[in-house]
């Protein structure tokens, strides 16, 4: 497949890389020229310095077959999206979109295109975190049928110092699996014979709706989220905020921006706003930040991440940073950030679902160089036992046969009309 980008800011440049990187034919257009021969120094793909809306420019990718739109501007990319439909026919055209009106399905279906909108993305992870406050990641499968969610093993849980195969009587009654363990920074994929120890990281598979019984069968304890704290405001944030306010949260935002404060106060009444840097320890102290439930850092700045740590060294229980740069994520993680939520790879995930990525119904990073599939079983699958597919890197981690999640073994038969959800452990690059 052939895939124009259009656009070679954060999103477009990450994408242009992933999918250059797995074999994709890649073009990538963007006006700015210094952006282009960046791209043109570090990724192998086609790159034209040329604006979207020149008809020469598209004209010459016009037997592309997918276009993705990731400028960082909603209303160029919906024009640009209207103009490939309108004028050069194409039928799939992913946009990227971060204002909640217009990636309403009413658009979508009326210009007949995907819309992605990343806003919405990182808030459905921060509504799981906040329902959820032990959780560490969550990502949906199916539809949202079923979840993949990670966090720290500690008593009472019953997972704590437990072996795998011991916890067959929980998951007959509410299925499971551990997908994952993650010790001292190095992950394992989990055997029967495994110990699951306090302080590990644990990935778990389970139905949605079944969520709330897995947690107390679990016996997992959950303090409720009462306090929400910005530190920084930024588009996304303000997205975010929009959405909780009003749900019974003392929400306290700290802002540089006189401005944006007052812009802030105005919108949101019951809403605590300071004006200050979000680095400034003596105003974090003073206004005992530490204390919230949940920090939220949205701000792009260079400090973005500086904040995190001084609120952790606070006290601050869960800290959730919004970054840009998936190089980040790892660095942040070891820093003692809970949560770096990149929402390029949300995007990312978004693109390879559309583009049927290696035949899958659906794939995503659960970590780097770990990436989960869904798969349809065909005829070359059908009838054999789960133990004839999974390998050392390729694992079977669960079987949805209609509509049901089935936690299987090694002599589970597969028929035709499944679906397997597979964990794969790639080659980390020299």
């Known amino acids: 497949m052939k895939i124009c980008i259009i656009g070679a800011g954060v999103v477009g440049s990450y994408l242009a890389k992933k999918l250059s990187q797995e074999g994709y034919d890649v073009a990538i257009i963007d006006k700015d020229r210094k952006k282009i021969e960046e791209i043109q120094t570090h990724i192998d793909v086609a790159a034209f310095n040329c604006d979207a809306f020149d008809e020469e420019c598209i004209g010459q990718l016009s037997e592309y077959d997918l276009f993705i739109v990731a400028t960082n501007k909603d209303e160029i990319n919906l024009s640009v999206a209207l103009m490939l ?36 993305e990182i808030f459905r992870n921060i509504q799981a975190f906040i329902r959820y406050p032990f959780i560490s990641s969550i990502n949906e499968l199916e539809a949202g049928k079923f ?20 916890l067959k009587e929980i998951r007959d009654r509410v299925p499971f699996t551990v997908v994952l363990i993650e010790r001292n920074g190095k992950p394992y994929i989990p055997s029967g014979n495994k110990v699951i120890l306090e302080g590990d990281t644990v990935y778990i598979l389970a139905e949605k709706d079944r969520l709330e019984k897995l947690i107390k069968a679990l016996n997992i304890q959950i303090k409720p989220v009462k306090s929400v704290t910005f530190l920084g405001m930024s588009k996304v944030g303000m997205s975010i905020l929009k959405k909780i306010y009003g749900s019974g949260l003392n929400i306290k935002v700290i802002e540089e921006d006189i401005q944006l404060c007052e812009s802030i106060a105005t919108q949101f009444p019951e809403v605590m706003v300071l004006n200050g840097k979000i680095t400034d320890k003596h105003l974090l102290e003073s206004e005992q930040v530490g204390g919230s439930d949940i920090i939220i850092s949205s701000s792009y700045r260079e400090d973005n ?6 609120v952790k060294k606070l006290g601050a229980k869960k800290v959730i940073a919004i970054i840009e740069n998936p190089e980040y994520e790892e660095i942040a993680q070891s820093l003692g950030i809970d949560i770096p939520i990149v929402s390029r790879k949300m995007i990312a995930r978004k693109v390879y679902k559309r583009i049927k990525h290696r035949g899958f119904i659906d794939i995503f990073e659960l970590k780097e160089n770990i990436k989960i599939y869904e798969l349809h079983v065909g005829n070359e699958m059908e ?42 452990i790639e080659e980390a690059e020299e």
């Not at 966090?151 to 072996?163: A, E, G, H, I």
């Not at 669960?398 to 794969?424: C, N, P, Q, W």
């Open 147 to 166: 979840v993949i969610f990670s966090y720290t093993v500690k008593r009472p849980d019953l997972l704590s110092n437990t072996k795998i195969s011991d």
């Open 85 to 120: 439909k309108a004028i050069y026919g194409k039928d799939k055209v992913i946009v990227r979109v971060d204002k909640d009106i217009l990636s309403k399905k009413e658009i979508e279906k009326f210009l007949a295109v995907e819309i992605v909108n990343t806003f919405n």
């Open 305 to 310: 991440i500086l904040s995190c740590i001084l």
């Open 383 to 424: 009838g054999k036992k789960v133990s004839e597919i999974s390998t050392g890197r390729f694992v079977i981690l669960g079987v949805v046969r209609e509509d049901k999640m089935k936690m299987v073994s090694g002599e589970f038969l597969l028929k035709g009309g499944d679906k397997l959800i597979i964990l794969e």
